[in-house]
């Protein structure tokens, strides 16, 4: 599993990417029942072929005001 974790005022977004059925088992059987996680939601989920961060294990940025006027 890779991926990247985005922070911003006290929000966290997290994308997972690996085989389907890896991610989908760390989502249910951890991420949703972590006592360190409130408020989980999963936003978007898709079949891909190829992975964004193929050389990360978990990636991480602090998003800044910057950022978000750049987008």
Same mark, same amino acid.
């Given at each position: ?10 929000? &966290? ?5 690996? %085989? ?7 989502? %249910? ?5 972590? &006592?360190?996680?409130s408020h989980v939601i999963k936003? &978007? %989920? ?6 964004? &961060? ?7 940025? %602090? ?9």
């Amino acid at each position: 599993i890779s991926g990247l974790l985005l922070y911003k005022s006290g929000i &966290f977004l997290q994308l997972l990417e690996g %085989e389907k059925k890896v991610v989908q088992h760390l989502y %249910e059987t951890r991420i949703q029942h972590d &006592f360190r996680h409130s408020h989980v939601i999963k936003i &978007f %989920e898709m079949d891909g072929n190829t992975r964004l &961060f193929p050389d990360w294990t978990m990636g991480y940025h %602090e998003i800044t005001d910057t950022d978000i006027k750049m987008v």
